[in-house]
C-alpha cells in the first residue's frame, strides 16, 4: 500500500536538460518536501510546500524550481540540469499538525544520474 | 539556522549486544524528535519518536530517550539483529513547529552474525 508515489525510480539524463521529477501522495497530507541524499550528507531539505500553491525554500534550493498546483502532486524541477545534481531525491509528506510536527512518510526516491 | 548532530557515522555490532545512537540538537523550542530507518535501496521510515513531555520511550526492542537539559535525544536498540542493519536518522523540527525536519546525516549500523 504505497502511499507516497515518486514517478521514476531511476533517471539518466544530459547535462543543460530540463528535469521533472514527480511525487504524489494519496493521504490527504497538506505539507510536502522534496530532499536530496548524498553519501555523508545525509537528506538535505530542497524546498517545501504548506498548501497548494505555496511553496517554501529549504537549506539547498539553487538550481532548483518546485510547482504544487494540486495538494495531492508536488513536483521538482530542475532548470538545467548539472552533475552536481546527480543524487537520490526523496519526497516526503506530512498532514499539518496545527503547529505539532508530524511524522514523515517517505516515497521510494528517485536517482538521477546527469552525464 | 538550526542544526543536529549525530553520532556515531557508522557502527558494527556483534548480534546480540546492544547499539546506542546519539543526537543533539540546538533550538531549546523543539518539541518532537524521530527516529528513521533506512533499509538498503529502500526509503526512510519512522520507526519511534517522542515529544518532549516524556523522558523515555519503547517499541518491544527499541528506545529513544531524551534529554531537555544537555538537547539531545539517543536511539537503544537491545539484542540487535542482522535485519537491523540499515542506516538510521535523527531529525528535529526545523524553527519549532514550521513542519519541516532536519535531519541527522545519518548511522550506518551493521549487526554482524
Known amino acids: 500500500d504505497v502511499k507516497v508515489t515518486q514517478s521514476s525510480r531511476y533517471l539518466v539524463k544530459r547535462t543543460g536538460e530540463k528535469v521533472f521529477l514527480e511525487c504524489v501522495q494519496d493521504m490527504d497530507h497538506e505539507n510536502m518536501f522534496w530532499y536530496r541524499q548524498d553519501p555523508g550528507l545525509g537528506l538535505r531539505l530542497i524546498y517545501f510546500?504548506?498548501?497548494?500553491?505555496?511553496?517554501e525554500k529549504g537549506d539547498i534550493p539553487e538550481g532548483y524550481s518546485v510547482s504544487r498546483e494540486k495538494k495531492e502532486r508536488f513536483s521538482l524541477i530542475l532548470e538545467s540540469a548539472s552533475t552536481n545534481q546527480t543524487s537520490m531525491y526523496l519526497c516526503a509528506s506530512t498532514i499539518e499538525g496545527g503547529g505539532r510536527v508530524e511524522g514523515y512518510t517517505f516515497g521510494s526516491g528517485t536517482r538521477l544520474t546527469v552525464v | 539556522g538550526e542544526n543536529v548532530e549525530q553520532h556515531p557515522s557508522t557502527l558494527s555490532v556483534q548480534e546480540g549486544d546492544s547499539a546506542v545512537i546519539k543526537c543533539t540538537y540546538s533550538d531549546s523550542a523543539s518539541n518532537y524528535f524521530p527516529w528513521y530507518k533506512q533499509e538498503l535501496g529502500k526509503r526512510p521510515q519512522l520507526i519511534i519518536d517522542?515529544?518532549?513531555?516524556?523522558g523515555e520511550k519503547k517499541d518491544q526492542r527499541i528506545a529513544v530517550t531524551l534529554n531537555k537539559t544537555a538537547k539531545h535525544f539517543s536511539l537503544h536498540i537491545t539484542e540487535t539483529q542482522p535485519e537491523d542493519s540499515a542506516v538510521y536518522f535523527c531529525a528535529d523540527p526545523y524553527g519549532g513547529s514550521q513542519g519541516n525536519l532536519i535531519f541527522g546525516k545519518g548511522t550506518k549500523l551493521s549487526v554482524k552474525p
Open positions: 510546500s504548506y498548501d497548494v500553491k505555496m511553496k
Open positions: 517522542i515529544r518532549s513531555n516524556v
